[in-house]
């Protein structure tokens, strides 16, 4: 819930020639009242930080009109550990320790993922979320990774 991020989304949207088809709200997409209006639900490397991310899917789900998804882009690091690590993974590792875990692992029975969080653990949370659909994007970046996720 970041009005000032949504004011200059909306500022940029004014300027792309593209309001007539995309808009920006602030809004609480827990609220019921949302169900089933969205084409897509994009999460960017912001999975990883949540206490309950699979409450979180589950509310990104319901939000999914037919035929909807969401998109989840979060960091890039090898699908298991191999010490010592890459150079990018150690450096996902320093910063997770410092503010990505530690926010995660607020609440009862949190999820205490961090910033290193491989495709099988999104897979396995958006199973649980009630996710049919889960697929890696081919998508080459050298720091996020992309799933979409389907009802």
């Known amino acids: ?22 808009a920006f709200h602030l809004r609480d997409a827990a609220d019921e009242k949302l169900a089933g209006t969205y084409d897509l639900v994009y999460i960017h490397e912001a999975l990883h930080d949540m206490s309950y991310p699979v409450r979180i899917l589950s509310a990104c789900r319901a939000l999914l009109a037919d035929g909807g998804s969401v998109i989840v882009a979060d960091e890039r690091v090898p699908d298991e550990f191999d010490p010592p690590g890459d150079d990018i993974e150690r450096f996902y590792y320093d910063f997770s320790i410092f503010h990505c875990l530690p926010v995660g692992m607020v609440g009862e029975h949190a999820a205490e993922t961090g910033t290193v969080m491989r495709a099988g653990t999104v897979r396995r949370y958006a ?23 389907a009802p």
Do not use: K, T, W
């Not at 004011?7 to 995309?22: F, M, T, Y």
């Not at 697929?135 to 996720?149: S, T």
């Open 127 to 149: 199973q649980e979320a009630g996710f049919g659909g889960f697929q890696v994007l081919p998508i080459e970046n050298d720091f996020y990774r992309f799933y979409r996720l």
């Open 1 to 22: 819930m970041d009005a000032a991020s949504i004011a200059a989304a909306r500022r940029h949207l004014a300027e792309s020639g593209l309001d007539d088809r995309l």
